[in-house]
Each structure stands twice: as C-alpha cells, then as structure tokens.
T-cell receptor
Framework: EAQVTQNPRYLITVTGKKLTVTCSQN?????MSWYRQDPGLGLRQIYY???????DKGDVPEGYKVSRKEKRNFPLILESPSPNQTSLYFC????????????FGPGTRLLVL | GQQLNQSPQSMFIQEGEDVSMNCTSS?????WLWYKQDPGEGPVLLIA?????ELTSNGRLTAQFGITRKDSFLNISASIPSDVGIYFC?????????????FGQGTILTVHP
C-alpha cells in the first residue's frame, strides 16, 4: 500500500530534550516536505526537499533541522525543543512538483512542556 | 513577503446548500491548489489550477484561477454531511522559491443534516 508513515504519532517531551520525528514514504517520490498545523494559522511549511541531499527552508524553519540522505526518509529534528513548538506536524511527499498530488502522513502531535 | 488571506474562516450550513470560499494574495502565482482535511487526517488534494481564468470541476466541486493570478475560489454545490472538514487553498510559488508551498488559514465547514 502506497503511504507516508510518521513516528511517533504522539509525543510529550520537555524543553531542551532533543527529539526526532521520522517520515518515510514507499512511493519513490522525489519531493518531501514538513508542515506544522496550528489553530487559526493553517499549515505552515517548515522545510522541503526536492531530492536526495537537497533541502530548503519553508516559511518557519527556525528551531528545526532536516536531512535527506535517502530518497524514502526525511526526518525532522528538534535539537532543543521549546513550548512554542507544540503543534501537529505533517510530513508529505509527491512524485514531483508543480501541482503533483502530495500524499500526507497521519500527523504527529507534539507537546513540549 | 506575500500575504495570503482565505475566507470565510468558518461556515455553518444546511445539507443541500451551496458553499463558496476564496483566497486572495498580494502576490502572483502560477498554480493554485485546493485541499480538504478530514478530522484527524492529513490534507488531500481536491483540485489543481494551472492557468489564469481556468475553471475546473471535480464532481460537486468547482474551482477557478483568478484572471489577475492573485486569487482563487472554490464552490461546493448541494453540500452533504461528508463535506465537513477544513478546506485550504495553497498557491505554488516559482522562481527562487520553487518548491515552496504556502497554505491559507483554512475554512472550517460544518454541514447540518
């Protein structure tokens, strides 16, 4: 089954404790992206990757890191999480760009205390 | 940076009514996308628009790419309970921002049977 998986689905952590949210797709997609969703703000793009070893900042990259060492994986790293990073995070992938259907993962709900 | 405004923020309608929502921006775009997010799920692409003035339908959904390339609207005809969810516009940037995707704030749709 074609899908985007994220882990963990739910995470409670404390300020400053490094964490990684994994994202994996099995569709051989070139494009992958991370978003955060907050009430009243819609989805905001954090980072995106057009292909392996190519990553670019979205609208809200501060406090986040990503890597794209393999085509299928695009982990999101929070080196020192803060409470303002409490949010719902979505990973997405698509075959290419320019209106290609993006497939979204199920979401990761993060609470930083 | 560009400003993206989606309205209305929320709508409460009766089953069978038509719905209209729109997005306006201070910037020009080459592509407009419309997504729907069901409760507890990631967004799913509904319609993609590639040319100014383009009018595209997908079942009971109709979307148009504004002539000025700064706006787009989405209409849903004869709404049904499963139309409930959050609808997002997402125009695509090009040029140096190739690959960057910005979402509107979303329109929360509630349909009463």
């Amino acid at each position: 089954e074609a899908q985007v998986t994220q882990n963990p689905r739910y995470l409670i952590t404390v300020t400053g404790k490094k964490l990684t949210v994994t994202c994996s797709q099995n569709m051989n997609h070139e494009y992958m992206s991370w978003y955060r969703q907050d009430p009243g703000l819609g989805l905001r793009q954090i980072y995106y990757s057009m292909n392996v070893e190519v990553t670019d900042k979205g609208d809200v990259p501060e406090g986040y890191k990503v890597s794209r060492k393999e085509k299928r994986n695009f982990p999101l790293i929070l080196e020192s999480p803060s409470p303002n990073q409490t949010s719902l995070y979505f990973c997405a992938s698509s075959r290419g760009w320019e209106g290609e259907t993006q497939y979204f993962g199920p979401g990761t709900r993060l609470l930083v205390l | 940076g560009q400003q993206l405004n989606q309205s209305p923020q929320s709508m409460f309608i009766q089953e069978g009514e038509d719905v209209s929502m729109n997005c306006t921006s201070s910037s020009i775009f080459n592509t407009w996308l419309w997504y729907k997010q069901d409760p507890g799920e990631g967004p799913v692409l509904l319609i993609a628009l590639y040319k100014a003035g383009e009018l595209t339908s997908n079942g009971r959904l109709t979307a148009q790419f504004g002539i000025t390339r700064k706006d787009s609207f989405l209409n849903i005809s004869a709404s049904i309970p499963s139309d409930v969810g959050i609808y997002f516009c997402a125009p695509l940037e090009g040029g140096t921002s190739y690959g960057k995707l910005t979402f509107g704030q979303g329109t929360i749709l509630t349909v009463h049977p």
